[in-house]
């Protein structure tokens, strides 16, 4: 692909996307061609992926093939190129791809960069269109937009009413994912309940967030640890710590150990319950299996189980572990930020 070959268009386009699509999936990572063998000025890819999105991003130019863009866009997503990405679809002409699917990947884009009021925003013009006033059959944008509500905690009466018209829209279609609109609007009712002055109100809406939470346990039939977490937490909120307890052990198990938030959940309804010797042994458990950049939050809630058994000495030194661990990775994440900008894709 380095020399000018006597092919048409169309032959060398095949040939571009079935090795592109080659480097992507065939689960083998070459190595880069010796120096010997590269020409005079030409960009070397470092890896895989890299080279396979250089390929896609040139197709994506001179095709009209419309799986180009879905190709490029799991590289990217691979590579967290998620405004490349953006940008990409962007500059897509409208033929290429259709308006539905162009506001949901870039919502999507923008979700992953953090970017989750811009998210917002693109999901309500799309359902607020003209052609889709009913909200008719956009599950997956009616969730997205719901989620990223309930997860910021913003614009929560909008967040109900996203997640309420997913619900009526399932008529039966898949459990799981009713499961998961059921979830969510149990813990944007709850974050709603909070706000509210009214205290039988208050109660009311508890009420509806308990059982909108407890319906999407039900309707999953294995246990989804997003469902577990925000049921273990709504119980912990209202001091039903036993049952608490159950749900941030089983969120343990579901999680096999690899997240550090459920032994914090823990730690935590343990040491609700004045079982601090019993937290902290959690925390220890945690500490052990976890890396060494992720133990900043089991550190800071270990030393707050300390204060509460008024082991001040022992605090003092939890927290200054966790300071000096704070200072390199501060550190490092700086110089990854420098390096990031120093090799970000030449070919953008």
């Not at 386009?13 to 990572?29: D, P, T, V, W």
């Not at 990409?88 to 409208?94: D, G």
């Not at 709603?192 to 109100?201: G, I, M």
């Not at 307890?245 to 997240?259: C, V």
Request: charged letters at 25%.
């Amino acid at each position: 692909m380095l020399y000018h070959w006597n092919l048409d268009t169309e032959s060398t386009a095949r040939i571009q996307k079935e090795f592109a699509l080659f480097l992507l999936y065939s689960g083998y990572e070459a190595d880069s061609p010796p120096l010997r063998s590269q020409l005079d000025g030409s960009f070397v890819p470092r890896n895989n992926i890299e080279e396979a999105v250089l390929l896609l991003l040139i197709l994506l130019r001179n095709s009209k093939d419309r799986s180009i863009i879905h190709h490029l866009s799991f590289a990217l997503s691979v590579c967290g190129e998620f405004m490349t990405l953006a940008q990409q679809v962007e500059e897509l002409l409208p033929e290429t791809m259709e308006r539905r699917e162009r506001y949901y990947t870039l919502a999507l884009c923008y979700c992953g960069e953090g970017e989750h009021i811009v998210a917002l925003d693109l999901l309500r013009n799309f359902l607020k269109n003209r052609e889709n006033s009913v909200y008719s059959d956009c599950i997956e944008e009616l969730l997205l937009a719901s989620k990223i509500c309930a997860d910021n905690k913003v614009c929560i009466e909008d967040g109900i009413k996203f997640s309420t018209k997913a619900i009526s829209q399932m008529h039966g279609k898949c459990n799981q994912i009713e499961a998961i609109a059921n979830c969510l609007l149990g813990v944007l009712l709850s974050a709603k309940s909070k706000s509210v002055t009214s205290e039988s109100e208050k109660v009311l809406i508890q009420s509806q967030a308990f059982s909108a939470l407890r319906a999407s346990e039900k309707l999953m039939k294995e246990n989804d640890p997003y469902i577990v977490l925000n049921l273990c937490l709504e119980y912990a909120e209202h001091r039903k710590l036993r049952v608490a307890y159950d749900h941030a052990k089983k969120l343990i198990k579901l999680e096999g150990g690899s997240s550090i938030s459920g032994y914090i959940l823990l730690a935590r309804i343990l040491s609700a319950q004045k079982k601090f010797v019993d937290a902290e042994i959690v925390i220890d458990a945690a500490l052990d299996q976890s890396g060494k950049w992720d133990q900043g939050e089991l550190l800071r809630t270990k030393a707050k189980i300390q204060i509460a058994q008024g082991r001040l000495k022992n605090a003092i030194e939890t927290y200054t572990f966790f300071l000096a661990i704070l200072q390199v990775h501060n550190k490092n994440l700086g110089t990854a930020n420098k390096v990031m900008k120093v090799h970000c894709f030449l070919y953008m």
